[in-house]
């Protein structure tokens, strides 16, 4: 573990990436999270415009199984991944890990030119365990590659590349899978990105375990609920675990009903729902890089708050501008627009800005508690909770969509579901500010 130096200033942002201890970890996550959504994005989408066609599927239904065939993986396996973490250099696991990728990219372009939808969903969940066994590495590595003054601006690095990553592979997938050839060009982009995904991990520095050998549970529903029961033992560890558990049960929630927000609420084409996403992602980023800026070097729980009532506030703001928005355009009867008549109007801005100021607090939020993770978790054990929190985190979201169908159920607007679990934020901002670090 970093020796500790609170009294140095952080360095500038920049000067990291030029850093080889820093920078192989930074494009092998951008690379990895580019190629998750490339693959996934474009699956959703073929499914949904051709696929649901051709074989008479319910296309909603089948893109809800997709997402969670993606997402469970990270219950069932972040476990005994973070014990293989903490066990082992996560440098090499690393590289076995992208070395791995490889192999399922080869097998989802052979997928796609046959267009299995068994096949499909066969690499998603595969894809999805592929991440998961990454995911320990991933955090858990951080504090042995920085100092402890470093961390704030190397997390908020990692987290602003990781959200436009999603963005670029989202709008590639939905944009190319459905050309002549996108199948066949698809195929060969993620590929290509597995291979210098695993080029860069070679250059990552050795981190060693930094305790004994661990016992590694190969049965990964005891291996669920022990790694939880740990978290539980130390405090501090674990309520950052819950915070950012909160953070992503209000951000799956935008995530999940973006698509029909933009096309019910704002009338908006598919070019709409784009903007709303580049919206959303772009300023998520930059929350998470200002971090260090507007915070220095110490990652505290309480520093939180201003993200989480941010959270609070703009979505209650948005909720309130969508309806403006609603007025202004008179119910659209005219049918879906394009993004340049939905920026024609005024009120179209301030939904933007909105979004935008939203995102922007949620990296603020997320970027000191993912540190105060990395630095309370015990060294010898740091790949196990970062495991822990995957799990958590997997199960918010999954109890976030089934509140979201519920209230979907009972008549709910997408807009009014976003301002009910965002205003949660003040909740959150509260427990955050009266918290003793």
């Known amino acids: ?12 942002t920049g000067t990291l990436m030029g850093q080889r201890r820093f920078a192989a970890l930074f494009w092998v996550q951008s690379l990895g999270a580019f190629n998750d959504q490339v693959f996934k994005t474009g699956l959703l989408t073929l499914l949904t415009f051709r696929l649901a066609d051709d074989l008479g599927l319910n296309a909603s239904l089948h893109n809800t199984i997709g997402a969670a065939l993606f997402i469970l993986p990270f219950a069932l396996f972040a476990p005994t991944a973070g014990q293989i973490a903490d066990g082992m250099d996560k440098a090499k696991m690393m590289r076995f890990v992208k070395g791995c990728e490889i192999v399922l990219m080869v097998l989802a372009a052979l997928a796609y030119q046959v267009q299995s939808l068994g096949f499909l969903y066969l690499l998603l969940f595969l894809m999805g365990a592929q991440s998961a066994m990454f995911a320990p590495i991933k955090y858990g590595i951080l504090p042995q590659y920085l100092r402890e003054n470093e961390l704030i601006s190397g997390n908020g690095l990692i987290q602003g590349a ?62 669920m609920w022990r790694i ?49 996403l580049a919206t959303f992602s772009v300023g998520v980023a930059i929350g998470a890089v200002l971090c260090g800026r507007i915070f220095g070097s110490k990652a505290r729980i309480r520093t939180s708050a201003w993200g989480a009532g941010g959270i609070a506030l703009f979505s209650v703001l948005l909720w309130y501008f969508t309806g403006v928005y609603d007025r202004a355009t008179g119910g659209g009867e005219a049918g879906l627009t394009g993004v340049a008549v939905f920026l024609s109007q005024p009120s179209a801005w301030a939904v933007l800005i909105c979004f935008a100021l939203l995102a922007a607090c949620a990296g603020l939020y997320l970027t000191p508690v993912n540190v105060v993770l ?64």
Not at 1 to 12: G, K, L, N, S
Not at 173 to 183: D, R, S, Y
């Open 162 to 223: 990781t959200f436009l990553a999603i963005l670029v592979g989202q709008i590639a997938g939905a944009k190319l899978i459905l050309t002549e050839a996108g199948v066949t060009i698809i195929g060969v982009v993620v590929i290509g990105v597995a291979i210098l995904g695993f080029i860069a991990s070679l250059f990552a520095p050795s981190a060693p375990p930094l305790g004994g050998a661990t016992k590694v549970d190969w049965f990964f529903p005891r291996a």
């Open 228 to 276: 939880i029961a740990d978290g539980r033992k130390v405090p501090k560890a674990f309520e950052a675990v819950m915070a950012i558990a909160w953070f992503w049960f209000t951000g799956a929630t935008f995530l999940a009903l973006l698509p029909p927000y933009a096309k019910e609420a704002l009338r908006g084409d598919e070019n709409v729902f784009i903007l709303l």
């Open 374 to 437: 990395q630095v309370e978790s015990p060294p010898n054990e740091r790949g196990r909770f970062i495991a822990c929190s995957n799990v958590v985190d997997a199960i918010a979201m999954t109890a976030s969509a089934a509140l979201a169908a519920a209230l979907t159920t009972a008549g709910l607007s997408q807009v009014d579901i976003f301002a009910l679990v965002g205003v949660t934020g003040v909740a959150a901002a509260i427990w955050a500010a009266r918290h003793k670090d």
């Open 1 to 12: 573990m970093p020796d500790r130096y609170p009294e140095i200033p952080a360095p500038p």
